[in-house]
Nanobody
Framework: QVQLAESGGGLVQAGGSLRLSCAAS????????IGWVRQAPGKEREFVAA????????YYADSVKGRFTISRDNAKNTVYLQMNSLKPEDTAVYYC???????????????WGQGTQVTVSS
């Protein structure tokens, strides 16, 4: 079992910034990637970003590249998503999740957090 707890969501105006945090616990061994996947009401889940266990490899969706930065602090078992230049279309529930492989495919994630709401007003 892997437990994931997201935090840091909120309401911001377009152009603003937020930093999301995801604290991982439990048996995370073997889950090489932690990623962020978002879902807006009525829309499909969308891969956002992922990072390898070492922090040496990162992945980003084209829609957020250059605006979002994923990082991790292994000492704290925490992954972060720094979101800058937020747009209304970034509004969604953001989930933290883990997978053993293929981190850019949202269908491949095995464990999920409860999500944190990000709302960007225009």
């Amino acid at each position: 079992q892997v437990q994931l707890a997201e935090s840091g969501g909120g309401l911001v105006q377009a152009g603003g910034s937020l930093r999301l945090s995801c604290a991982a616990s439990g048996r995370t061994f073997g889950y090489y990637y932690i990623g962020w996947v978002r879902q807006a009401p009525g829309k499909e889940r969308e891969f956002v970003a992922a990072i390898s266990s070492s922090g040496g490899t990162t992945y980003y969706a084209d829609s957020v590249k250059g605006r979002f930065t994923i990082s991790r602090d292994n000492a704290k078992n925490t992954v972060y998503l720094q979101m800058n230049s937020l747009k209304p279309e970034d509004t969604a529930v953001y989930y933290c999740a883990v997978t053993r492989s293929r981190p850019t495919y949202e269908s491949g994630y095995n464990y999920w957090g409860q999500g944190t709401q990000v709302t960007v007003s225009s």
